[in-house]
């Protein structure tokens, strides 16, 4: 299964999302790429 996460290394998103309860984005800011995307509110 491929990683979901580059940063976590986690398999799941439930890995996922423990790993960022003990862990802090801007210890990690340097591994992060800009994304761009749109929403459409009227869908």
Do not use: C, K
């Not at 890995?15 to 340097?30: K, M, N, P, S, V």
Request: net charge negative.
């Amino acid at each position: 299964m491929r990683n979901r996460s580059s940063i976590s290394e986690a398999q799941s998103y439930r890995d996922i999302g423990e790993f960022w309860d003990t862990h802090d984005l801007a210890d990690h800011w340097d591994q992060t790429e800009p994304a761009e995307f749109e929403v459409d509110i009227l869908s």
